[in-house]
Nanobody, 123 residues
Framework: QVQLVESGGGLVQAGGSLRLSCAAS????????MGWFRQAPGKEREFVSG????????SYADSVKGRFTISRDNAKNMVYLQMNSLRPEDTAIYYC????????????????WGQGTQVTVSS
């Protein structure tokens, strides 16, 4: 079992930045690829970004490419999502998750989830 806790969400104006953190416990995160997803009201949960176990491979949704950066610190059992140039359409609950295998974009490919952190971007 892996327990995940996200933090760093909040209210920010369009064009601003936030850094989300995901703290893991239970097992070393170095064993797993990780992902960030988000879910806006009335919408399905969608893939935002993923990172391989070593951090050498990263993947981004087209909607965030060039604005968001995923990173990890395996020594600290942490995963991060730096979000720049935020837009109102980025408003959602953001979740980190542990991949069952490699980086994947589908919700079903992830085994463990955090409780989420709210990000609200005002126009």
């Amino acid at each position: 079992q892996v327990q995940l806790v996200e933090s760093g969400g909040g209210l920010v104006q369009a064009g601003g930045s936030l850094r989300l953190s995901c703290a893991a416990s239970g097992r070393p995160l170095s064993n797993y690829a990780m992902g960030w997803f988000r879910q806006a009201p009335g919408k399905e949960r969608e893939f935002v970004s993923g990172i391989s176990r070593s951090g050498g491979l990263r993947s981004y949704a087209d909607s965030v490419k060039g604005r968001f950066t995923i990173s990890r610190d395996n020594a600290k059992n942490m995963v991060y999502l730096q979000m720049n140039s935020l837009r109102p359409e980025d408003t959602a609950i953001y979740y980190c998750a542990v991949a069952a295998s490699t980086i994947a974009t589908m919700v079903k490919e992830y085994n463990y989830w955090g409780q989420g952190t709210q990000v609200t971007v005002s126009s």
